[in-house]
């Protein structure tokens, strides 16, 4: 059975408008609510995907955050909340792609910032749309054993914004589920530069699946 990340309150609302739509014999409107509720339903769907992580196997390994597209790589990028001389990934994801957003390493919260209100269309580059990396959006700073990674997402102009659930303090196993991506948008990615970038640009990622980056003793 096909799983979404549609929150519980909103299909029983649904459910509720159908049945008074076939109570009231509204059945030309109930029928083309149906569809536009399966619709939805199916454009968030979640995937089943049950990681068995192996701390062996995958130290020093970075997964994919999201399913999407790489559309932009740099190195030696400053950033005010992550820190300086890291490594920048951009990707794209399609409104077709499942919306997941998984943990690309095993992590402590560390902060959780929301800055909603910019936004740009998801097939430009983030700098020459946004014009700072410390833009508005939703930035997640993951600390790793005193090692700070940065994600953080911006919405496009016809998205919406992440659903997280997560708050700082909480630690995560690396691809694990943390919230989903409404209808996709950007991610940026900002690494470490200790990190050995294993993906280019116009790469196909898979959230939890994609190695994107390995640090070279782990290689």
């Not at 920048?88 to 402590?108: D, H, N, R, T």
């Not at 990674?149 to 659903?163: I, N, Q, S």
Request: hydrophobic share 45%; glycine share 8%; aromatic share 14%.
């Amino acid at each position: 059975m096909v799983k979404s990340y549609l929150p519980a309150k909103f299909n029983t609302f649904a459910f509720i408008v159908f049945f008074l739509l076939w109570l009231f014999s509204f059945y030309k409107t109930m029928l083309l609510a149906m569809v536009a509720y399966v619709v939805l339903y199916v454009t968030l769907r979640k995937n089943r995907n049950d990681f068995r992580d192996d701390p062996m196997s995958t130290k020093g390994v970075m997964f994919s955050p999201a399913n999407g597209k790489i559309v932009h790589i740099e190195h030696n990028v400053s950033h005010g909340m992550y820190g300086e001389q890291l490594v920048e990934i951009q990707i794209m994801i399609p409104w077709w792609k499942e919306m997941g957003v998984f943990m690309p390493l095993s992590a402590e919260i560390k902060t959780l910032l929301v800055l909603k209100g910019q936004s740009f269309f998801r097939y430009h580059k983030a700098e020459e749309k946004i014009g700072t990396r410390e833009g508005k959006g939703v930035a997640l700073a993951l600390d790793n054993r005193g090692e700070t990674t940065g994600l953080t997402f911006f919405k496009c102009k016809v998205g919406l914004w992440p659903e997280l659930m997560v708050m700082p303090g909480d630690r995560g196993g690396r691809r694990v589920n943390i919230g989903y991506f409404p209808f996709g948008g950007t991610v940026m990615l900002y690494l470490p530069k200790k990190y050995e970038i294993l993906m280019k640009i116009n790469d196909e990622v898979t959230a939890g699946e994609s190695i994107l980056a390995v640090i070279p003793d782990h290689a």
